[in-house]
């Protein structure tokens, strides 16, 4: 049984910074790609940034890039983001994100390429 859990989520004021993470405690499986999305009030929930692959490879959505940096410790199945010059826009509940398959018919921004989501941890920015 796979459970993604996310911690880090507070009130913060803008233009300070924040660390998510997101951990899956005894999971039998190791993860090819990561994923944090976000659900923001009245939104859809859309993607935030990627990371996978042995090598790292990292995605990132227009509005965060430069802003927050996605890092994974592979052998321990642990995911972080680090967000820095928060805006009120960041304010959203973060979901983390995974999949063991290294295939797929999506694309690692497309909530279909993940398997496992954790309950999600909320951020909020004021302004």
């Known amino acids: 049984q796979v459970h993604l859990v996310e911690s880090g989520g507070r009130l913060v004021q803008a233009g300070d910074s924040l660390r998510l993470s997101c951990a899956a405690p005894g999971s039998p499986s190791s993860f090819y790609v990561m994923g944090w999305f976000r659900q923001r009030p009245g939104k859809e929930r859309e993607?935030?940034?990627?990371?996978?692959?042995?090598?790292?490879?990292?995605?990132?959505?227009?509005?965060?890039?430069?802003?927050?940096?996605?890092?994974?410790?592979?052998?321990?199945?642990?995911?972080?983001?680090?967000?820095?010059?928060?805006?009120?826009?960041?304010t959203a509940v973060y979901y983390c994100a995974a999949a063991t398959s290294s295939r797929s018919a999506s694309v690692v921004s497309e909530s279909s390429r993940y398997e496992y989501w954790g309950q999600g941890t909320q951020v909020t920015v004021s302004a």
């Open 47 to 90: 993607f935030v940034a990627a990371v996978w692959g042995p090598g790292g490879s990292t995605w990132y959505e227009a509005s965060v890039k430069g802003r927050f940096t996605i890092s994974r410790v592979s052998t321990e199945n642990t995911m972080s983001l680090q967000m820095n010059s928060l805006i009120s826009q960041d």
